[in-house]
């Protein structure tokens, strides 16, 4: 209900915007979750959280691309070459230059895989190479590999694939759950600013209310004053505070629409939406228990997941800089067939095979101790990873217990503010009533009314911070204590559209 009301105001909005002549405003009124959909649904937060997801999923569907089998094809075409090259007599050592004048052209067809495991790429191929000698009485040449097996293989390196294999799932789990957050950052925003246009609603209201009550107060207290019931100073004091109550009409007024400004800026809404917003109810009695919230946060944040990722980062470059000191040694290997010819035919005719092996090896003789450092330096900041990690570990837990406790005791100054509101209000109604029997005088009655607001605002401030506060905790362990579930999204859909 609450996405089709948002859904038909954007479809609203989209109208008015073809001609502002026309322009009229919407005036809505929403409740807090219908605040907290719409933020959610059309808010630009909303659009940069989804996009850093995207970003996020189209990084791990380049990873798990890396996994899968790649077919490629690659040609050099209309190389054409026409220079003097030096040729040396092999008998006399004396070097010449001749006239070269070819056309080289090469196409190949592969198929790759990377293999996680090892750190090598085993390659299965076909080419097909022609040469034409402008300048030859046969002036093309074929050469073909019909079918060959390439195997590239590092010895003793940093395998970067194999470590990605661990981190980048988990990186990819850690951006859905960071959309989640953020999805909750959203709510913990929208509330702060919804209840303080609530309550500049609420003081307007609040004031408009007392002015128009103060000036019949005034008029009977003047017309009591005329026939000697009352003193000159009440007539003032009521005089007075019919004037202070005018100019905290204009001074709520305005704060009411600064806020209002903000809050329609950060849903997402233009000036042609007017939003009425609903006083929520009392929140729910629930109490929360230290431990499930710990364990819902430990299982479900992205917080354990930061820290795994930090240690595991730690851990590979430990094993970077410890892979790229002493020996580095690659071996590569091919095998199949070739046969070469004057005419395309006979280039793949009676094929002969062909195997080629070699092995590099590079071994730094004097590096003045890098190589050693660079790995000294990265287990030094493993250990001090491990330290901060559990450091953070610590102030997290504490953090937890802290919003808890918080919230707990919050549920019960919300029913405290709540008895309060309705016992001054009763009581600003029993004094009006008084003094409109005479028995009591101004005095009281401003008392009276001082502390009916205040009991009012206090309300409404108590019941903000207990959504800010359930929402916090919501956010920190992405469970719905209310519904008692997970929070989810619809991340295919997400990526489908």
């Not at 948002?6 to 915007?17: E, R």
């Not at 590999?145 to 395998?159: A, D, S």
């Not at 009409?249 to 997402?268: A, C, E, S, V």
């Not at 917080?303 to 595991?312: P, Q, S, Y």
Request: proline content about 2%; overall charge neutral.
């Amino acid at each position: 209900m609450i996405r089709l009301r948002s859904t038909f105001i954007a479809f609203a909005l989209l109208i008015i915007s073809w001609d502002n002549s026309y322009a009229q405003k919407i005036k809505l009124r929403i409740s807090l979750e219908e605040a907290i959909e719409i933020a959610k649904d059309q808010s630009p937060s909303a659009l940069v959280a989804k996009h850093n997801f995207l970003a996020s999923y189209w990084q791990f569907r380049a990873f798990r691309a890396q996994l899968l089998p790649s077919l490629n094809l690659s040609a050099t075409l209309g190389n054409y070459n026409r220079s003097l090259v030096p040729l040396q007599n092999s008998e006399t050592g004396e070097i010449n230059y001749v006239a070269n004048n070819n056309l080289k052209n090469s196409l190949s067809l592969s198929i790759d895989q990377n293999i996680a495991l090892t750190g090598g790429r085993i390659s299965l191929f076909t080419s097909l190479y022609r040469l034409d000698q402008f300048n030859s009485e046969t002036p093309a040449m074929y050469n073909s590999q019909p079918l060959n097996i390439t195997y590239i293989q590092p010895l003793r390196t940093y395998n970067n694939l194999k470590w990605d294999k661990v981190t980048e799932p988990k990186r990819y789990e850690r951006a859905k759950r960071r959309y989640l957050e953020q999805m909750e950052n959203i709510t913990g925003n929208v509330i702060p600013l919804y209840f303080d246009v609530l309550q500049a609603q609420q003081r307007l209201a609040m004031s408009s209310k007392n002015y128009d009550n103060t000036v019949s107060l005034y008029k009977l207290t003047k017309e009591r004053f005329e026939r000697g019931m009352v003193s000159k100073n009440d007539v003032l004091q009521l005089e007075l505070r019919m004037i202070n109550e005018n100019l905290s009409i204009n001074d709520h007024k305005l704060t009411l629409d600064m806020r209002m400004l903000r809050l329609k800026t950060f849903m997402g809404y233009n000036e042609h939406v007017e939003l009425e917003l609903e006083v929520p109810d009392s929140g729910p009695e629930i109490t929360l228990n230290f431990d499930e919230v710990l364990d819902k946060a430990y299982k479900n944040s992205s917080f354990l997941l930061d820290n795994e990722l930090n240690l595991l980062s730690a851990e590979q470059e430990v094993e970077r800089n410890r892979a790229n000191t002493g020996i580095q040694a690659n071996l590569n290997a091919q095998f199949g067939l070739t046969q070469q010819g004057d005419e395309l035919g006979t280039a793949y005719s009676n094929p002969m095979d062909q195997q080629i092996i070699s092995l590099g090896l590079r071994l730094p003789i004097i590096d003045w101790g890098l190589g050693k450092g660079r790995v000294k330096m990265a287990r030094s900041r493993q250990e001090l990873i491990k330290a901060q990690v559990d450091q953070e570990f610590n102030e997290f837990k504490q953090n937890v217990f802290i919003k808890v406790i918080q919230f707990n005791n919050q549920v019960e100054q919300c029913n405290l503010s709540s008895r309060a509101d309705s016992i001054a209000r009763e009581r600003y109604e029993n004094a009006r009533q008084r003094f409109l029997d005479g028995t009591i005088g101004v005095t009281e009655l401003n008392n009276a009314q001082n502390e009916k607001d205040q009991a009012s605002n206090r309300y409404i401030n108590d019941l903000g911070n207990f959504w800010q506060y359930y929402f916090n905790i919501r956010r920190m362990s992405l469970y719905d204590y209310l519904k008692r579930e997970d929070l989810s999204a619809e991340f295919d859909k997400m990526v489908d559209n």
